[in-house]
């Protein structure tokens, strides 16, 4: 049989995107091709042609909707807008690229994370290839920053349950999640961050030094701060 959309034999197709390069999404100007660096990002990448093989091999069934880059952007777009029945449909195509990523290397979880939307978030940590650790491009914020930047706790719980999250990564600031939470006050993420096996105590004692601090009072007339990882 010949794949829908693709005019080609399903081994082909699959053949065609299990390269050993990725093809990075670019919502925006395309970036040049990069090859994959570090064990993480060949872990999720394998994970994600082996997805495509099974779902091939086993069900017989093709994605008739769209290929990996044009998919991944549609579903950037239905996260961004809290779409969540586009998300639970294209989170299924075997070949869309959840970690697709804009300009400043802001992926769907991303904005899942900063916006605090739990059902959207389950939906995305239960594909395989995701990568949960993947830093924004100028302040190298991971989802699990930007949860507790804005105080979601139910999203960090979320994403502390995924067995790859890194709870000690640090932004370009020198900072993990827990000194981004205390920055802000958000005194029950920190406890959840502290009470992690993985966290570095050194980290927790940073961060309940900070909250003991009082915070400077901000403006009344101050905006709103509604950025994901600028």
């Excluded at 660096?37 to 091999?57: I, M």
């Amino acid at each position: 049989p010949v794949a829908a959309g693709f005019g080609r034999a399903p081994v082909r197709v699959a053949a065609g995107f299990g390269r050993p390069e990725p093809r990075p999404c670019c919502l925006g100007r395309r970036e040049p091709r990069r090859r994959a660096q570090g064990r993480a990002a060949g872990e999720w990448q394998a994970a994600r042609y082996e997805a495509v093989l099974l779902t091939l091999l086993t069900t017989g069934s093709h994605s008739t909707h769209c290929d990996s880059a044009y998919c991944g952007r549609r579903l950037y777009e239905a996260v961004r807008k809290r779409q969540q029945p586009e998300v639970a449909r294209l989170v299924q195509e075997p070949l869309c690229d959840v970690n697709c990523r804009d300009n400043e290397h802001n992926t769907p979880l991303h904005w899942a994370a900063a916006q605090g939307d739990a059902p959207v978030l389950r939906l995305l940590l239960a594909r395989r290839d995701l990568d949960v650790n993947r830093p924004t491009k100028q302040k190298g914020w991971a989802p699990l920053h930007l949860a507790a930047r804005h105080g979601h706790a139910e999203a960090a719980r979320l994403l502390l349950r995924h067995p790859k999250i890194d709870v000690g990564l640090l932004s370009a600031a020198r900072e993990a999640a827990i000194h981004v939470a205390a920055h802000k006050g958000h005194a029950e993420i920190v406890q959840l961050l502290a009470a992690h096996a993985a966290t570095d105590q050194a980290h927790v004692a940073e961060a309940m030094a900070r909250l003991q601090r009082p915070s400077p009072r901000k403006p009344k007339h101050a905006a709103a701060d509604v950025s994901v990882g600028k």
